[in-house]
């Protein structure tokens, strides 16, 4: 009876399932687009694999579709190994050797900027060759552990490389050997052109699914902690440094159009796969080999626009204006009518600097008729720190009243409000 | 003794003026920059001028400084014209004008699409020249009438023209002049170059203050809505494609850089202001006219960082992890033990696409259990329509219980699941 | 009878005319091309007009097919009026103004030497509207008087304006206003740009034919004297440094390849005319009005691609060694075999600072004996000016004999040893 | 008395070895530029060596200063290279791998043509090391052996490796190496990058004497045989593709305002040489070690100004138009004025297309009146193909007179008319 019970009914939280599965199924019949054919070694991928998967920032994992098939994580590792770089040296001496621009240019660019010698970013093949060579380690092997343990941790499971995908790289890589020599020459590459491409033809090379660039995702999402295993992998400073890029130079010369139209910072690989995500709320991960013109994969393009398109994911989608933070506004004390009554704001939702000022404003009055005021934070979800801050400083500079209670109190049982 | 009680307490809502004033007399100091000198009338600017001004989505004004202190609005009413024309043609007939690519080139670059004669972007000049052909209007005259009254709705206030200054820039706009003759040639332009390039000289010539540049950017934050006349002046899809190209290409060839460190999307003017957002927040406009060797105002720069870096503004901050949406939990009903209790579970806060599943997925063994569900809203201060819809689907999904109720209901007492 | 004479054979001059004759009927056949569509007015050419004219430094004209249909100049007169511009103000004064490089670009390419603002060369539109800019004259119709008078020196008679193609470039010309407009905001443009587009525009407007060509280049290729009038047009040092910049930049981002290939200095316009020259020996004009995807007349390639690899006109073409120039050596005086016999050396053909050496060296010798040396001129037809100073060094140095009488002497009849 | 009289005696043909000297000492003084320092090995040299040679396209050689110095032939190795591939393999194959056209940019510029992958010509480096590879051998030291072999034809002696710069130079050649992977990935190169590169570093690094390189020169200014040693070095076609591309590329992106002001063919290397020539009459070859921003020899390019100024020496210098070709005309046959008397006319110099026209023209009148025409080419040095060509056609299709005899006889004892 109970099965028949569950039989007869989705699960609750299929609700999200069921959204992957209908926007995979809406991509599976675009057609289009090629195998990348320039490594031989992918152009025998099957091109009818599809898969997506969504993991938010809370740790849930939902999949559809071939989300679980292994293809190599190619231009896809870029931001992940990027944000790496960043971690082990900070933004100041990382930004020595790469820029931050997008470049209005392609994939394979091979111009480098003018004064400095630097790749213009590091989702460009220069700049990501350039943050190969900048990871810990004397030579390639040394790198690689490195990466291979950085990626790993990004996707909460120990991911291996592809060496037939490595030694077919390897055989046709002379663009980005150039691309090595060139940024060498230019001064910006941290190692022999011959480390950091054989690091960087190794950390293309890495087998990935759907899931893991999902996850790796949800952890830049997540500000740097892995929402699955709750690793820290990179600090909060560091994933919004890589989100950011991710934003504006992800998709190459099509990354305006994109952040416009779609509006998930996003990185693609020749491999099939493309790993986007919305900061704070979740990473996807999808997976089809055939590719356009460009080197994205047709359908995985195609269900991330479905998804930003009819379900307003997209990043800046403006969301209807929030109720007010301040609910219900109860006069206590003991009752009495007098001027120095008690009075408790309820606030919720969640504050920010922009409607800290809000809650303040509107509770002036109140305050200057002499009552005492008591901010509530039971309801609150959430208090951005510059908000918090500017809730500390008007209960301090309100100082006491004549009764020489405080004039202004925060109650904050959860402890949203900080110190 | 009221009067002396007031003087002794600060105003409440000053927590957010304290802090601009505060960013302001940082910022004074600052010294590098030049005025203006390209166009004569510019330079006669008193070059000390310093003001802010930060415009919440809800209304709430702050300034600092001068912040009524009038200057010409010039690249400044870029974005702004950019969605008065999308407002009126669409994305599509925009974009066939002008592209959505940040350039990685200079305010003032020459080149076009290759294959579509297009700008790189409306933020450039070219791109901008081409948008004001694209406004309504057989004439210069009538063009400029339409974006004199746009740019007034965006600021709230009628904003009115400095014909000395417009007599400058007809004088000395060779090169703007250029850019227009070269996308009349390539087909871009929407009407001859004179026309094109004479109403762009005006709207570049209209005077505004700090501000107006924070309602006018406070009305893209608030989704196209002006927040102090509450006027719609665009749609949120404008607001919000707007807001996406300044994020990308609002600070030209350092662009990539300014979403890395600071990530407010911003547009600078010649005439030394800036208008700055944080999307669903807040709008911010600053003036000083000394200017660096890209044509930024180096103060307004330095407070827009500040703001950024010291109060954590930025649009990707990673702010900690909300509490869960899910309140408290009430086991209802008569209060009997039976497997058909009533449970409601208050949920509170923002509840978004990627929350939503949370919500569901920890609910389900409940609802497995054979209980009636009650979802609460009460406490919940917003639901984004995709997060919405996957509620309402939900519930009736479930369908009914053998007791003919409803086996998941939603209490929705201020409207914000939708219908 | 005579007449029957005369008409069994051919005129001997003829040589020449049956190979302008023969290179044309074997162009003939050659289709492909397109009458130029951007100017509405040209597109009404007859497209199978075809004719050649070759003008010699000394003066003759040989021609075929339609050499005196009429058309307009358009940019064959880009080097025609840089050397006018150079003649009136010096090489120093133009090359502030516009470059001497190849550009690697085609004829319409917007940049501008970065450092200076100037076009990379003459020969690309906006370095020919800057060029009209530099011609003396208030107003677009002095400078445009100036121009056609200039081009009338050239031809050799006097040139008329199309009005009907100059409306029609007048009102098509926005690429051309914007390269002037761009040029005046770099500030190398040396007047507005509406009187440098006028004067352009008309330039390009005026009629000539296949043999006003050949009569202008060979104005060039003599060294500035027009052949036919004999009228000196432009200098010595402007006919070379025109020559010079038609070698390396004429035919556009194909200069170089036109060098090797064919080697004959030229500029095409999209009129259908062509104008080459073989500097020192001749001019070349050729017209057909159907045009390459580049712009050049398909037939008009054909005819100079087909003289100069049939008939060894390459300007580098390397001719088999001459003859010795020192032809018979007698021993004269008084016939005694004393020491002091003299000797007199007949000196040959054109003797040039490359075998004015030869000369020396070889006649050492005899000098040394002690005898009295006389170089006899009188074969001789050319003594380039760096040759002349070696010899006249040399008679100098060689100071008197014992017997007081010089040890060289030179015997120049015709006076080609100059002064 | 003998060594008295010698001792106040200049050799004859000193005049311009007199001509060096001054050159060489008037550019002694400039100082300026620097010893090139991207290589080490070089930076050891001695700036102050300061030599030039000149070489005859008759054999004779004048040299000042050191000429004799030794030093690396670096980049001056471009056309000598290039030249043998193109014997080896024709124009028609190196051009489907490198391009013939200035590029505007400088010698290191890493821009391949679109469409085509190649170096735009082979003076940058891009292209040289592409012609590098298409030196016939499977490995590097095959196509070296070729190189060195053909290097050593060029100069008339057996030039050997400088070892230690060679090895400097491949330390630090990592631009190289990128530009020689970009090529491999254009599918341009015709080695791997390493064999490529391994032969190029080598061929730079051959030593060689200012004397050397004018000789070097002057071969190819002599149609393609060594002046010196009479050895066909390479075919008058290649001679002639190799000064066309010296002509237009050989100063890269100063090459089109050399050919103006200096109108010698020239080829720079950072070893502080500079080969140059004037077609069909010298080589000339410099040193000296201090190179301007651009990695020319400053006094190098002193000393050619000077040549080229001062001694007219420009290749499109324009030389005073020659005498008549046509001398003395004599009316022998047996003294009787009949209609029947034979004219014979002297020609004389140098005959071209250009004027062989003049000479058939103006003796019409003489053949018109029924005479016998003999043309006498005794006294002429040179004619060139297309005349004779002409020549030879008006002999035979003037047919015979009345008489029997033909109507034009063309006496030509030294042969020059061919058949």
């Given at each position: 009876?109970?099965?028949?019970?569950s039989a007869r009914t989705p699960p609750l939280g299929s609700g999200l399932s069921a959204v992957l599965d209908s926007v995979l199924e809406q991509a599976r019949p675009t057609d289009g687009g090629?195998?990348?054919?320039?490594?031989?070694?992918?152009?025998?991928?099957?091109?009818e694999q599809l898969g997506i998967a969504l993991a938010s920032?809370?740790?849930a994992v939902h999949e559809a579709g071939d989300s679980d098939a292994?293809?190599?994580?190619?231009?896809?590792?870029?931001?992940?190994?990027?944000?790496?770089?960043?971690?082990?040296?900070?933004?100041?001496?990382?930004?020595?050797?790469?820029?931050?621009?997008?470049?209005?240019?392609?994939?394979?660019?091979?111009?480098?900027?003018?004064?400095?010698?630097?790749?213009?970013?590091?989702?460009?093949?220069?700049?990501?060759?350039?943050?190969?060579?900048?990871?810990?380690?004397?030579?390639?092997?040394?790198?690689?552990?490195?990466?291979?343990?950085?990626?790993?941790?990004?996707?909460?499971?120990?991911?291996?490389?592809?060496?037939?995908?490595?030694?077919?790289?390897?055989?046709?890589?002379?663009?980005?050997?150039?691309?090595?020599?060139?940024?060498?020459?230019?001064?910006?590459?941290?190692?022999?052109?011959?480390?950091?491409?054989?690091?960087?033809?190794?950390?293309?090379?890495?087998?990935?699914t759907a899931r893991?660039l999902a996850v790796?995702a949800a952890?830049?999402?997540?500000?740097?902690?892995?929402?699955?295993?709750?690793?820290?992998?990179?600090?909060?400073?560091?994933?919004?440094?890589?989100?950011?890029?991710?934003?504006?130079?992800?998709?190459?010369?099509?990354?305006?159009?994109w952040?416009?139209r779609v509006g998930l910072?996003a990185?693609s690989?020749?491999?099939g796969g493309i790993a986007a995500l919305q900061?704070?709320q979740f990473g996807i991960g999808t997976f089809s080999p055939r590719?356009?013109?460009?080197?994205n994969s047709v359908r995985g393009i195609a269900m991330l626009e479905e998804l930003s398109e009819r379900h307003g994911l997209h990043m800046?989608e403006?969301r209807?204006?929030?109720?007010?933070?301040?609910?219900?506004?109860?006069?206590?004390?003991?009752?009495?009518?007098?001027?120095?009554?008690?009075?408790?704001?309820?606030?919720?939702?969640?504050?920010?600097?922009?409607?800290?000022?809000?809650?303040?404003?509107?509770?002036?009055?109140?305050?200057?008729?002499?009552?005492?005021?008591?901010?509530?934070?039971?309801?609150?979800?959430?208090?951005?720190?510059?908000?918090?801050?500017?809730?500390?400083?008007?209960?301090?500079?309100?100082?006491?009243?004549?009764?020489?209670?405080?004039?202004?109190?925060?109650?904050?049982?959860?402890?949203?409000?900080?110190?």
């Open positions: 009876m109970a099965d028949e019970e090629e195998v990348a054919g320039y490594i031989p070694e992918l152009a025998d991928e099957d091109p920032v809370r740790g292994e293809f190599t994580i190619q231009s896809v590792s870029k931001p992940f190994v990027f944000a790496l770089a960043l971690e082990q040296s900070g933004l100041a001496a990382i930004t020595r050797h790469v820029g931050l621009e997008p470049s209005g240019e392609p994939f394979n660019a091979i111009s480098l900027e003018e004064r400095t010698g630097r790749p213009l970013n590091p989702m460009i093949n220069a700049g990501a060759i350039v943050c190969s060579s900048l990871i810990r380690g004397d030579d390639a092997a040394a790198k690689s552990g490195v990466i291979e343990a950085g990626l790993s941790a990004f996707a909460g499971r120990t991911l291996d490389v592809d060496e037939a995908v490595l030694a077919s790289e390897a055989a046709t890589g002379d663009r980005n050997r150039a691309l090595a020599h060139l940024a060498r020459a230019a001064g910006t590459l941290a190692s022999t052109a011959a480390v950091a491409t054989d690091a960087y033809f190794r950390q293309c090379s890495v087998n990935v893991d790796m952890t830049l999402a997540a500000g740097g902690v892995n929402p699955v295993t709750r690793e820290r992998v990179v600090s909060e400073d560091v994933a919004r440094w890589t989100t950011a890029v991710m934003t504006s130079c992800g998709m190459y010369d099509a990354s305006g159009e952040l416009v910072p990185k690989g020749v491999g900061p704070e590719l356009d013109a460009r080197g800046l403006h209807a204006a929030p109720l007010s933070p301040i609910g219900e506004i109860s006069v206590g004390g003991d009752g009495s009518a007098s001027a120095g009554d008690d009075v408790v704001a309820l606030l919720r939702g969640d504050l920010t600097f922009g409607n800290a000022e809000e809650v303040l404003t509107r509770l002036q009055p109140l305050l200057e008729s002499g009552r005492h005021l008591t901010l509530d934070f039971s309801a609150v979800t959430r208090v951005g720190e510059p908000a918090a801050r500017i809730f500390r400083w008007a209960a301090q500079a309100m100082g006491d009243a004549a009764d020489g209670r405080p004039r202004l109190e925060l109650r904050d049982p959860d402890g949203v409000i900080g110190a």
